[in-house]
């Protein structure tokens, strides 16, 4: 046996031994893959920090809303700039199809101001630039 079809079959050996389905591994990943409120709640928040830190670069404090930022998250999403200093920010998004369900961000620090929670599980971001979302079943 050829050494490329020795590492193809264990390739599918180790596939299979792991609960990939057959012929999962020649699979192109996007091609299964599709967006959900949070996945699209959490790419917008993503883009607002990217968008905040650009903003930044040439103004005293952070953005305090979208238009400033120039960003359209879409009709199915709100995006809400909870409050801006010179140190930090913080942001909640919403989609249309997860009532009372929500995503947060925050960069830096607010004085006096908890960082932001989520609405439907009252989750507190943790991590500094990484949105964190609600269960969106």
Same mark, same amino acid.
């Given at each position: 046996?050829?050494? *490329?079809?020795? +590492?193809?079959?264990? #390739?599918? %050996?180790?596939?299979?031994? !792991? /609960?990939?389905?057959?012929?999962? &591994?020649?699979?192109?990943?996007?091609?299964?893959?599709?967006?959900?409120?949070?996945?699209?709640?959490?790419?917008?928040?993503?883009?607002?920090?990217?968008?905040?830190?650009?903003?930044?670069?040439?103004?005293?404090?952070?953005?305090?809303?979208?238009? *400033?930022?120039? +960003?359209?998250?879409? #009709?199915? %999403?709100?995006?809400?700039? !909870? /409050?801006?200093?010179?140190?930090? &920010?913080?942001?909640?998004?919403?989609?249309?199809?997860?009532?009372?369900?929500?995503?947060?961000?925050?960069?830096?620090?607010?004085?006096?101001?908890?960082?932001?929670?989520?609405?439907?599980?009252?989750?507190?971001?943790?991590?500094?630039?990484?949105?964190?979302?609600d269960r969106m079943e």
């Amino acid at each position: 046996m050829s050494r *490329a079809r020795h +590492l193809t079959a264990h #390739a599918l %050996v180790l596939g299979l031994s !792991l /609960g990939a389905p057959i012929g999962a &591994w020649g699979q192109n990943a996007s091609a299964s893959w599709q967006s959900t409120p949070a996945s699209i709640l959490k790419a917008a928040l993503r883009n607002v920090v990217a968008a905040q830190d650009k903003y930044r670069t040439s103004h005293p404090i952070y953005a305090g809303s979208l238009d *400033a930022l120039a +960003l359209n998250p879409g #009709a199915d %999403v709100k995006i809400q700039i !909870l /409050g801006v200093t010179s140190n930090g &920010w913080r942001a909640k998004a919403t989609h249309r199809a997860r009532p009372g369900r929500s995503c947060v961000v925050f960069v830096g620090l607010l004085a006096g101001a908890e960082l932001p929670r989520t609405d439907g599980d009252g989750e507190m971001a943790g991590e500094e630039r990484v949105p964190l979302c609600d269960r969106m079943e």
